[in-house]
């Protein structure tokens, strides 16, 4: 008897755990908070992707930023194009040590705020992201584009969305 179960834990308890496949990226909410009805926009949208467009009655504006991922957030970019992101309204969730954030420059005219996730380890996979943060524009507009990529390298991209005062001519979607 102790043969048998021998052999039958040769052929099958000391094999790996299958792997998971994880294809589907993670989904991106980016919420304008305080702009004219407090648009949301989201990498998951039906349709034809547009522009997006959010009017605050002053600036900065706050913005509030949502990532989900079954198989874990590894890391997500807002690039703010004409405008910068106030370093001391960064909030991020999950906290360090389990994330780590930074602001650089993108080029002349943008910055980068870069969040890391730690990665999955036995009973801890962190699913989601939140950050919170301001974005003071260099004159009547900046533009935000939001990225996310998983653990299994699968991203996503939210399109373009601006920040606009309401006295702005551009309508909003």
Known sequence: MIAAFAAFCAAGCGSAAPKIV???????????????????????????AQDGCAKFKSFP???????DDAGG????????VAGRIVKES????????ESSWQIGRGDDLS?????RTQPPRPGVVRTGLFAMFTIAPQSG??????????????????????????NDAVACR
Not at 25 to 44: E, H, M, R, Y
């Open 141 to 166: 507009s900046a533009s935000i584009v939001a990225s996310a990529w998983d653990f299994a390298n699968n991203t996503t991209h939210l399109y373009q969305v601006d920040a606009r005062l309401v």
């Open 111 to 115: 910055e980068i705020l870069t969040i």
């Open 73 to 80: 957030v590894s890391l997500a970019t807002v690039r703010v």
């Open 90 to 97: 960064v909030i991020v969730g999950p906290e360090a040590p």
């Open 22 to 48: 994880d294809a589907t990226p993670p989904k991106i909410v980016l919420t304008a908070i305080g702009a004219v009805g407090n648009p949301l926009f989201a990498s998951d949208e039906r349709g034809e």
């Open 61 to 67: 504006g706050r913005w509030a930023l949502t990532i």
